[in-house]
């Protein structure tokens, strides 16, 4: 199965081209495709609906939208009563699976004076994969501004991630009255087990990085915990420090896998012919 993580900067291309269907082109081979920087309704980007125009360039694939950034964007209709339109900025999630359920969770956000500081998110989807079961998918991106911002959302992906198979799925338990229709259809899963694919706004070298996959030891390497989440692309073969996935030449987007998956992951590679975004899409193939 073929997974791909792309900020695509909201359709604005190298050559200053806002170009949605470029986009589609460039991840449509995949299975579970984690977006970031997906927008509806800013002047900037014609005013699109851009995870409805995805969708239709890609009409194989579920599909889920997280908003983090919400604001009105509503405007007098003829007769003088409001139409209803949400300025957002978030990420998305197309898979050809059915997606179970979906959860958006707000990430810490620091107030800035100076800086521009957004709201971000994590967003979930559950899906029921043929050969590895359920298994979460989140999209994501994480704060541009410094580790100090980035640091606690960190903690709050870490939290959520161990939260998870505690919670439940989206509804779990008996109900008093079964007849009343809260238990319409099977339980939903929350599985342990856990894909993160996002920009993240580090590189290896950073405290973050060592938050998500261990710490480094001079004499045995990186040291991942049994709890802890490995990089889909080391664990393919490169090196920590190879690779450019952002246009001033870091490596900053990646997919994290639960250390359970860590064998189920075959290759990983970067399209470094994307012209869609600022943005490389990275891609790993995963035994699921």
């Known amino acids: 199965m073929k997974l791909v993580s792309y900020n695509v900067q909201y359709g604005l291309g190298k050559d200053g081209r806002y170009d949605l269907a470029r986009i589609?082109?460039?991840?449509?081979?995949?299975?579970?495709?984690?977006?970031?920087?997906?927008?509806?309704?800013?002047?900037?980007?014609?005013?699109?609906?851009?995870?409805?125009?995805?969708?239709?360039?890609?009409?194989?694939?579920?599909?889920?939208?997280?908003?983090?950034?919400?604001i009105d964007a509503s405007?007098?209709?003829?007769?003088?009563?409001?139409?209803?339109?949400?300025?957002?900025?978030?990420?998305?999630?197309?898979?050809?699976?059915?997606?179970?359920?979906?959860?958006?969770?707000?990430?810490?956000?620091?107030?800035?004076?100076?800086?521009?500081?957004?709201q971000q998110g994590a967003l979930e989807v559950v899906i029921d994969t043929p050969k590895a079961g359920p298994l979460r998918v989140y999209s994501l991106l994480l704060s541009h501004l410094s580790p100090d911002t980035?640091?606690?959302?960190?903690?709050?992906?870490?939290?959520?991630?161990?939260?998870?198979?505690?919670?439940?799925?989206a509804w779990c338990?008996?109900?008093?009255?079964?007849?009343?229709?809260?238990?319409?259809?099977?339980?939903?899963?929350?599985?342990?087990?856990?894909?993160?694919?996002?920009?993240?706004?580090?590189?290896?070298?950073?405290?973050?990085?060592?938050?998500?996959?261990?710490?480094?030891?001079?004499?045995?390497?990186?040291?991942?915990?049994l709890s802890g989440f490995v990089d889909a692309w080391v664990t393919a073969g490169h090196g920590e420090r190879e690779g450019v996935t952002s246009k001033d030449g870091k490596r900053i987007d990646y997919i994290f896998a639960s250390s359970s998956l860590a064998n189920r992951i075959r290759t990983a590679w970067i399209d470094r012919d994307a012209k869609g975004s600022d943005h490389q899409p990275f891609w790993c193939s995963m035994d699921l």
């Open 150 to 169: 980035r640091l606690p959302q960190i903690d709050a992906l870490l939290d959520i991630d161990r939260r998870a198979a505690d919670e439940g799925g």
């Open 75 to 118: 405007y007098p209709g003829d007769g003088g009563n409001p139409v209803h339109r949400r300025r957002q900025f978030g990420t998305m999630i197309l898979c050809r699976m059915p997606i179970i359920s979906t959860r958006n969770f707000p990430l810490p956000k620091l107030g800035a004076v100076n800086q521009h500081s957004i």
């Open 173 to 225: 338990g008996s109900h008093p009255d079964p007849k009343s229709g809260w238990t319409e259809g099977d339980v939903p899963p929350m599985p342990n087990a856990a894909l993160l694919m996002g920009d993240f706004n580090f590189e290896p070298q950073d405290e973050e990085y060592c938050r998500l996959v261990g710490p480094w030891s001079r004499q045995y390497g990186r040291v991942t915990p």
């Open 24 to 70: 589609a082109g460039e991840i449509e081979d995949a299975d579970i495709i984690a977006l970031q920087e997906v927008e509806r309704f800013w002047k900037r980007s014609g005013m699109v609906d851009q995870p409805a125009e995805l969708a239709r360039h890609l009409p194989d694939f579920h599909w889920v939208y997280g908003a983090n950034l919400d």
